[in-house]
C-alpha cells in the first residue's frame, strides 16, 4: 500500500539552527500538508499546499516556516532559526486531488531543539 | 477549533467490540464524518468516513445517526493493538484553494484490556 515518508525520522538541532523537514508524498497525490503535535498535545495544522504554493496556513506558520516542493517527489519543511518551543513530531501528509479525498499521513518527524 | 465532542477515555475486553461515541451536533449537510486513530506517537491512522449512511470496511463501521448530530465508531473485535488515541473529525470545508484541512481535537483514549 502506497504511503508518506518522511525523514529523518528523529533530529536534535542547537536553538537558532536551520532545521530541513524531508517528506515524500504518496504518488499521484497533490495536496500536501504539515501538521505538528508538540508533547502531550493536539495534532495541529500548519500548513497546506497545492500547485506549488501554500493554499492555507495556521497561525503557527510564521515567517520562520517555509515549505517547498523542490523536485516534484520530495515536500520539505523548513524552520530557519529554531527555538526551544519547535521541539514537536511534525508529520507530513498528502491526498488526491479531488475534495474529500482521504488525508494520508506519513509516521512522522521527531525534532527535539536543545 | 474541533467541531466534535469525544469522551477523554474507554476501556474495552480485548475480543469485544469497541462503540467510541462522537457528538457534532453542529454539522453542516456537506460536511463527512472521517474517523482518524493514533498509536503511541505515529502519524495519524485513517479508519473510515461517512456522509449519512452507515459505513463498512475491513477495519471498522461507523453508524451515524438520522440527523447526523452523532456518530459511533464500533470495532467489532478489538485487539490489543487497537489501543489508540481515536479521533473523531468534521471535515472542514475551506475556501481557499479547497485545502480540506483535518481540524484534530483531543480524541478518546481506547485501552482494550487482556
Known amino acids: 500500500e502506497p504511503e508518506v515518508t518522511q525523514t529523518p525520522s528523529h533530529q536534535v538541532t542547537q536553538m537558532g539552527q536551520e532545521v530541513i523537514l524531508r517528506c515524500v508524498p504518496i504518488?499521484?497525490?497533490?495536496?500536501f500538508y504539515w501538521y505538528r503535535q508538540i508533547l502531550g498535545q493536539k495534532v495541529e495544522f500548519l500548513v497546506s499546499?497545492?500547485?506549488?504554493?501554500?493554499?492555507?496556513k495556521s497561525e503557527i506558520f510564521d515567517d520562520q516556516f517555509s515549505v517547498e516542493r523542490p523536485d516534484g517527489s520530495n515536500f520539505t519543511l523548513k524552520i530557519r532559526s529554531t527555538k526551544l518551543e519547535d521541539s514537536a513530531m511534525y508529520f507530513c501528509?498528502?491526498?488526491?486531488?479531488?475534495?474529500?479525498?482521504?488525508?494520508?499521513f506519513g509516521e512522522g518527524s521527531w525534532l527535539t531543539v536543545v | 477549533d474541533a467541531k466534535t465532542t469525544q469522551p477523554t477515555s474507554m476501556d474495552c475486553a480485548e475480543g469485544r467490540a469497541a462503540n467510541l461515541p462522537c457528538n457534532h451536533s453542529?454539522?453542516?449537510?456537506?460536511?463527512?464524518v472521517y474517523w482518524y486513530r493514533q498509536i503511541h506517537s505515529q502519524g495519524p491512522q485513517y479508519i473510515i468516513h461517512?456522509?449519512?449512511n452507515n459505513e463498512t470496511n475491513e477495519m471498522a463501521s461507523l453508524i451515524i445517526t438520522e440527523d447526523r448530530k452523532s456518530s459511533t465508531l464500533i470495532l467489532p473485535h478489538a485487539t490489543l493493538r487497537d489501543t489508540a488515541v481515536y479521533y473523531c473529525?468534521?471535515?472542514?470545508?475551506?475556501?481557499?484553494?479547497?485545502?480540506?484541512?483535518?481540524?484534530f481535537g483531543k480524541g478518546t483514549k481506547l485501552t482494550v484490556n487482556p
Open positions: 499546499f497545492y500547485n506549488n504554493e501554500i493554499s492555507e
Open positions: 473529525i468534521v471535515r472542514v470545508a475551506t475556501t481557499q484553494g479547497g485545502s480540506e484541512k483535518l481540524v
Open positions: 453542529t454539522i453542516s449537510g456537506n460536511e463527512y
Open positions: 461517512g456522509l449519512k
Open positions: 501528509a498528502s491526498r488526491w486531488w479531488q475534495e474529500r479525498n482521504t488525508i494520508y
Open positions: 504518488s499521484n497525490h497533490l495536496y
